[in-house]
């Protein structure tokens, strides 16, 4: 008996060292690191909280504003809006005579109601700007959270606006292929200006290319891919559950769009502080990340995380928003 136990004991030994050696060598790997950013984010929890403003104060800014606009620039928005989520079928028309009821939606909001609509939707923009800020552990607080907010959805609806427009321009074929091509290009650069523009400005251009790279062209996948079981999900939603499993539906699409906007949020810093060739590239022949006269940076945590940590929120930081 003892000499099992003992051969027991030497397995279990045995078995730890090769978990501590495979733990060693992914540690100094480029997606470990990009992975331990994601749990010191809190990505799971912090994913689901901006899913869910992006539903009940985002998704409503778009049809609200939609209303306001010209016919040609609704259907542009409509068209967008639609391809990035998959909605076909039944959602698709429940869509159309959303955007298509803008009389009645005019007269329900008014200019006043724009307006504050406008600075509710402000909750899910201050949400987003909070991912870069934390992933790039820059200094919180809420600089201009009530101007950048809103700047940045205007800038979103003259973007959606525009890739609707194209898609109509150049039709199918040849032209969708065009457009596809055009609209990742778009998608990069939109979050490319995106990261540096919640980032105060403080981190450099070339810095945080490949966190608008990386960002734009997840989600344009995660876009297509959407085109495949999307409308699955809102038709047996639907059919369950009304108009209740359509929104349940979206909440989903939302979270998904989350998780993939903090991969390349936690990407990029995780890849411009690689001290190998990787890191040497996306510098450039400045070694710093910020501009100068920007804040330093907060420190490294002086913990390791594991997978609980990507499913809670710590709270501290939240206090410090305020």
């Not at 259907?75 to 079928?89: K, M, Y």
Request: contains cysteine.
């Amino acid at each position: 008996m003892p000499n099992q136990r003992e051969r027991v004991n030497q397995a279990v030994r045995a078995t730890q060292g090769h978990v501590d050696a495979v733990q060693e060598w992914a540690s100094h790997r480029l997606l470990w690191r990009v992975w331990e950013r994601m749990l010191e984010t809190e990505f799971v929890d912090r994913s689901v909280a901006l899913a869910g403003k992006a539903f009940v104060s985002f998704f409503p800014l778009v049809i609200v504003v939609a209303a306001f606009m010209p016919p040609h620039i609704r259907t542009s928005i409509l068209t967008t809006l639609t391809a990035r989520l998959g909605v076909r079928g039944e959602a698709l028309k429940m869509a159309k005579a959303a955007f298509a009821s803008s009389e009645d939606v005019r007269r329900a909001t008014g200019l006043l109601g724009l307006f504050l609509t406008f600075f509710y939707a402000t909750s899910f923009t201050t949400a987003l700007q909070r991912v870069y800020l934390r992933t790039w552990r820059r200094p919180l607080g809420r600089a201009g959270a009530y101007t950048r907010g809103p700047a940045w959805m205007v800038g979103l609806l003259i973007y959606m606006a525009v890739l609707g427009g194209l898609r109509s321009v150049l039709g199918d074929g040849p032209g969708y292929a065009l457009f596809l091509v055009l609209a990742l290009t778009a998608s990069m650069g939109w979050w490319w200006l995106s990261a540096w523009f919640f980032l105060l400005g403080q981190v450099r251009w070339r810095v945080l290319l490949p966190t608008g790279i990386l960002t734009g062209a997840i989600m344009s996948g995660y876009a297509l891919s959407a085109v495949i079981w999307m409308p699955g999900v809102v038709t047996e939603n639907q059919r369950q559950f009304g108009f209740i499993g359509v929104a349940l539906a979206l909440v989903s699409w939302f979270s998904g769009a989350a998780i993939c906007i903090f991969v390349g949020a936690c990407a990029g810093p995780a890849l411009a502080e690689d001290p190998g060739f990787v890191g040497r590239l996306i510098r450039g022949s400045d070694p710093e990340l910020l501009v100068a006269g920007a804040p330093p940076s907060r420190p490294a945590p002086d913990r390791e995380f594991t997978v609980r940590d990507a499913f809670r929120s710590r709270g501290d930081d939240d206090q410090d928003d305020e």
